[in-house]
């Protein structure tokens, strides 16, 4: 069995910051893809940045340069660094995790979100 759990959302002003962090656990033999995803109010579900288990990333236009993805393989954690924040990026923010198990099964997985909320 493996899981994925989100951190770190909260109430922030325009212009703030916040660390958003995603815990895999379980038996893990591999993390093959990390992500952000976040959802608005009356929105679809969208990309925020992700991350392939070789470490290639990738952004939504509307945050590059703001958010930066890393990942600790150690902790088998994922970290959404979310510098100058707009009123825009409130959203439940997501993870999700392509993970290979112990027992040679490949799980995709969503957290069970975190808010955040960008007060002007």
């Known amino acids: 069995q493996v899981d994925v759990v989100e951190s770190g959302g909260g109430l922030v002003q325009t212009g703030g910051s916040l660390r958003l962090s995603c815990v895999a656990s379980?038996?893990?033999?591999?993390?093959?893809?990390m992500g952000w995803y976040r959802q608005a109010p009356g929105k679809q579900r969208e990309l925020v940045a992700d991350?392939?288990?070789?470490?290639?990333?990738q952004y939504a236009d509307a945050v590059q340069g703001r958010f930066t993805i890393t990942r600790d393989n150690v902790k088998n954690t994922v970290y959404l660094q979310m510098n100058s924040l707009k009123s825009e990026d409130t959203a439940v923010y997501y993870c999700n995790a392509v993970i290979l198990s112990d027992r040679g099964r490949e799980y995709a997985l969503w957290g069970q979100g975190t808010q955040v909320t960008v007060s002007s």
């Open positions: 379980g038996s893990i033999v591999s993390i093959n893809y």
């Open positions: 991350m392939t288990g070789g470490g290639r990333t």
